[in-house]
């Protein structure tokens, strides 16, 4: 199928794209990578009247480290962060979680701001912000804005940007060596929407696990995090029980949506499984 007529809009700076933003508002859709929005657009289940193409607009992609945060330009591809993108247990998650998103033409157009402002509950992305805790940072012709990711995620497909602002960065914080990071999801074929996913990030010191985040995938309308798993590590060393106690932990206390890829009790099962592997990776 084609899509429905549109208006094409390709500004070549920022202050163009908000201004663009504030005229049409909820008429206008951004497109970067458009992995998300033109499949949707083909099978005619999103007809936005205006696209705002932002690829000429300068200084929304690329990396940098700032004031001990990860700065993520909203328009960076998910290729970029194939290897590590900072030293660190951070980029070395980061590019674990890229390796599992879809497939390599598709990691190459489609961006990490793309994603998030999509906020498909599957995308590893939008679990992996939620999961560690990021800012995300909005701009508007009127000013800017952080965004607690808490916040941001509002329900499937859903997020906190108003129509008139432009997602400019993601803010990850940036992890010591005395913290261990790791990912693991379940998808039935490699690149395919996982079934369930986690994100661990635990912060050792004597010998114990000190600080602790878990953030969990495809298992809700927005991606969340698991504060019983939080709970079960905090205080205790690491070991292979304890892994899977705090799997057990965070499987319990959800409540995972059914649909015709996996009942609520598989997704529930696979929680558990995937927290576990997750912490085993991170401590290997």
């Known amino acids: 199928m084609k899509p429905a007529a549109f208006a094409y809009h390709r500004p070549e700076?920022?202050?163009?794209?908000?201004?663009l933003l504030a005229e049409h508002g909820e008429e206008a859709k951004i497109i970067a990578g458009g992995q998300s929005l033109v499949p949707a657009m083909n099978f005619?289940?999103?007809?936005?009247?205006?696209?705002?193409?932002?690829?000429?607009?300068?200084?929304?992609?690329?990396?940098?480290?700032?004031?001990?945060q990860l700065?993520?330009?909203?328009?960076?591809?998910?290729?970029?962060?194939?290897?590590?993108?900072?030293a660190g247990p951070l980029g070395t998650l980061l590019a674990r979680v890229a390796a599992n998103i879809a497939h390599t033409p598709i990691r190459s157009r489609g961006s990490w701001g793309g994603s998030v402002s999509h906020a498909d509950p599957a995308s590893e992305w939008c679990c992996v912000t939620r999961g560690l805790e990021a800012e995300l940072v909005a701009e508007s012709a009127?000013?800017?804005?952080?965004?607690?990711?808490?916040?941001?995620f509002q329900t499937i497909f859903t997020t906190a940007l108003r129509p008139d602002e432009l997602l400019a960065e993601i803010r990850l914080p940036l992890f010591g060596p005395d913290w261990h990071c790791g990912?693991?999801?379940?998808?039935?074929?490699a690149g395919d929407f996982a079934l369930a996913m986690a994100v661990v990030a635990c912060r050792v010191e004597g010998g114990v696990i000190r600080e602790a985040r878990v953030g969990l995938g495809g298992i809700a309308s927005t991606p969340v995090t698991s504060p019983e798993a939080v709970a079960a590590l905090l205080g205790q060393a690491p070991s292979p029980a304890l892994f899977a106690a705090a799997g057990a932990a965070g499987a319990a206390a959800t409540d995972p949506d059914g649909d015709i890829h996996a009942s609520g009790e598989y997704r529930q099962d696979l929680v558990k499984a995937m927290i576990r592997?997750?912490?085993v990776q991170a401590f290997a």
Do not use: M
């Open 183 to 189: 990912f693991a999801e379940y998808a039935r074929r």
């Open 44 to 68: 005619r289940l999103a007809r936005p009247p205006i696209l705002i193409d932002i690829n000429a607009v300068p200084g929304l992609d690329g990396v940098r480290e700032e004031a001990g």
């Open 13 to 19: 700076t920022r202050a163009e794209a908000l201004a």
């Open 142 to 152: 009127t000013g800017r804005r952080s965004i607690p990711a808490a916040d941001f």
């Open 277 to 279: 592997r997750a912490l």
């Open 71 to 86: 700065v993520i330009g909203a328009r960076t591809r998910h290729a970029t962060f194939e290897k590590p993108v900072t």
